[in-house]
């Protein structure tokens, strides 16, 4: 129920999209939104220790089929979506994801944090990222690593239903992922129909 022409500085006067927020937000920043998030990002390599928190309850993809009310915490593919795009490219340390639902992309992450070999305003690192409190359903890949990230958490999330791998490492191109702390997750097993390739 937002406007972009909005300030976003509190729920009577949000942005509509997370791309306003996200070209707005500040190291330190956080974002807190409710509705149906459906863009494909890419976080700014120069921000730092931001939070993305929703504040609204974690539907499943499927309900409500048309929409989603407004009291939800969603983000899923735009109706068009980019071929194996992720819902949001990580490129910056420290970021925060906390109680959002992601309908993951059928092929690609719902989160990818990538890290290259660069060095100052061209460097990527999504090092330090966590993942607290969330949900990620149906898609090719919950979290994607991409260069080799470090200290990432994740506690407290549930893997439904994807279809190649709920965490997935697709590059050691700068170094091999370490100190990862994975704990206190749902990974349903294959037996249901919400289970995990």
Known sequence: NGSDSNDGLSWQSAYLTMGKALANVKTLGRICFVGDVREELTGSNLLFDVTIQGCGSLHHPDSPAAAYHPGASMWRPPASPTAATALLNLKGRGWKFINIAFDCPVDAAAVTLTR??????????????????????????GIEDAGGGNNITVVDCEFAGMTTAAIYGSSTSVANPRAWKVYDNIFPSNVSSLGNA
């Open 116 to 141: 290259n070999a660069l060095s100052t305003t061209s460097e990527f690192d999504a090092s330090h990222a966590s993942f607290i409190g969330c949900r990620f359903l149906s898609g090719k890949y």
